[in-house]
C-alpha cells in the first residue's frame, strides 16, 4: 500500500509542503513516494495520493491540473486528498472581510474534488521569496499594487499541515500517534 505525495510548485514552497507530509505519512509507518507530477510514469502503482499544487492568479497550476484530468479514472478509484499552497501573508480576512484561507482555494478545487472524490481539500499558508521570481512573476512583483499583495516570508503553518498529515495517517490505517 504505497502512497504517492504529488506536487507542482515555481519556487519550492509547496514542494516543501509535500515533503513534510511524505515524511509525516512515512513516520507513521506508510510506504510513500514524494514527487513532482511531471516525474509520475504511472499513478496506477499506488494506492492512494496526497495532491498539492501553488496556486497562481486563483487556480492551480497547470501541471497539477492536467495530472488530475488525466489521471481521474485511476484517481477516482482509490482514496485521494487534495491541497494547495497560497495565500501569503498573516491577515487571516481581506479587505471585503472575506476569510483570506477560503478565498484562496483555487478554481478548480471543487470541480477536481468532485470529479475524484476526493477524501478532503485543504488550502495551506505559502511562501514568498521575491528574490526567487521568474518571468512575468518577477515583472508583477516591481508594479505599484503589488507590495500589498506580494508579502515576503514563509507562513506555511507547519501544525496544521502535520495535523492534517496525520489525519490522512489515520485513515489510511496507520496506527494513532503516540506525542512525545
Ligand atoms: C505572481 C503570483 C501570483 C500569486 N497568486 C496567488 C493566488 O491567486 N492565490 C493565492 O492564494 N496565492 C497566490 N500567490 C502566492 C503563492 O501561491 C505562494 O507564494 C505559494 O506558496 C508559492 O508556492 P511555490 O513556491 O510552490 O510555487 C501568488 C504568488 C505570486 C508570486
Redesign the pocket.
Known sequence: MTTLVA???????????AERIGARLADAGLPVDVRSVSDVADPAVYDAFVIG???????W?KDARDFTRAHRAVLSTRPVWLF?????GTATTDSRGRD?VAA?A?KEFGELATAIGARDQR?F????DRS??RG??RV??TLPAAGK??IEGDF?DWEAIDAWADGIARELGAPARSEG
Open positions: 506536487y507542482a510548485s515555481r519556487y519550492g514552497a509547496s514542494q516543501g509542503i499544487s501553488a496556486a497562481y492568479m486563483g487556480s497550476m494547495s499552497s497560497g495565500p501569503i483570506v484562496a483555487p488550502v499558508f505559502g511562501a514568498l526567487k521570481l512575468a512573476h508583477m512583483a499583495l506580494f506555511r
